[in-house]
């Protein structure tokens, strides 16, 4: 009878780190590929959201809402002033006067410029603008015909939180 | 569930209502509400919790006015009709939100007078043809109508007990409202 033997490469403990991705790999080197100090495959971190520069990190779910191009928050606002659901980033809607409302975000604004919109339902007498921009919140006034009415619109806000 | 309602003043003496969107079971959201709500020059200032409690929101933060809750209620305490929303008031031991009706009463006046001035607009041109065609039989007629829809203001009985009441008194010398 005859009894193959493998040998059964003895696993060691590495100095940590065990190893990291490379994004500067050689293509075909795996030595380059698990050698480099890269951090590919590693989450962005707010900042490198905000910056928008690096194609090797991932945009993970709990910071893509950092990212220039993602709504801060979003929401549909009914002529009664109620906040629809669903939404997002919007803490409260008070209704202050007919038509006017101010939007209170979940999380504050880096500065008060940031940007924001608004659809308007209704036909073409029907208009919504905003003001009193703060870091926190912002002022949404509807109108019909040139006048404060209550309107029914979705918003969103868009800037660096 | 009730959907809950937070009652303040606006700086106009106006009630201001707010709905907290989603769970607010430590009231944090709230408290920012009122901060935000209190804003006058200061714009920059981000909410602290560990600073602006509700204590300091109503002894008055720099940049902000003095503000604190005047009440809670639920959203059907809220008159459905909101025609005479601004001439809403918190008034303790009546139902939750009342009607101001000396307000009402300006809000339906300024509702008249809108409707009465695109009347007025109406009668100019057929009054310069009469002045024209020298026609001083048109021009008395018009004249007269004129009179009478600048008139409508200080001759119009706004007198009513109720909301409804008060919104269904309307001028014979205008059109029917469309809303």
């Given amino acids: ?161 | 569930m009730m959907a809950k309602r937070y009652l303040t003043l606006a700086t106009d003496g106006g009630l201001s209502i707010t709905e907290i969107s989603g769970d607010d079971a430590d009231g944090s959201k709230l408290t920012k509400t009122l901060f935000e709500i209190s804003r006058t020059s200061d714009s920059s200032t981000p909410f602290n919790p560990a600073v602006h409690t509700r204590e300091a929101i109503a002894a008055g933060i720099s940049g902000h006015r003095a503000l604190a809750l005047t009440a809670e209620c639920e959203e059907s305490d809220l008159p459905t009709d909101r025609y005479f929303r601004n001439a809403w008031e918190w008034v303790e031991g009546l139902k939750p939100v009342n009607v101001n009706m000396s307000k009402a009463r300006d809000i339906h006046m300024d509702a008249i007078r809108k409707v009465r001035n695109v009347e007025l607009i109406k009668t100019d041109v057929p009054y310069l043809r009469a002045l024209e065609a020298k026609d001083t039989s048109a021009q008395a007629r018009i004249a007269a109508e004129k009179q009478v829809l600048r008139d409508i203001p200080q001759t119009f009985d706004l007198a009513s007990r109720t909301p409804a009441q008060l919104k269904g008194l309307w001028p014979v010398e205008l059109p029917a409202r469309t809303a």
């Fill in chain 1, 1 to 161: 009878m005859t009894i193959n033997v493998t040998p059964i490469p003895r696993l060691t403990v590495l100095a940590a780190p065990a190893f990291v991705l490379g994004d500067s790999n050689v293509a075909g080197s795996a030595l380059t590929a698990v050698a480099s100090d890269s951090t590919l495959g590693l989450a962005a971190t707010k900042a490198e959201m905000e910056a928008v520069s690096s194609a090797a990190k991932s945009a993970t779910p709990a910071r893509t809402q950092y990212h220039p191009g993602v709504a801060k928050g979003w929401g549909h606002i009914a002529s009664d002033g109620a906040l629809g659901s669903p939404s997002y980033g919007i803490g409260s809607v008070t209704y202050v006067s007919t038509g006017v409302r101010t939007i209170a975000w979940a999380t504050n604004f880096s500065a008060a410029t940031y940007s924001t919109v608004v659809g308007m339902e209704g036909n073409d007498t029907v208009s919504g603008d905003f003001s009193n921009f703060a870091v926190g919140s912002v002022t949404l006034t509807t109108y019909q015909d040139g006048a404060a009415d209550d309107r029914a619109g979705s918003i969103a806000a868009f800037g660096a939180q």
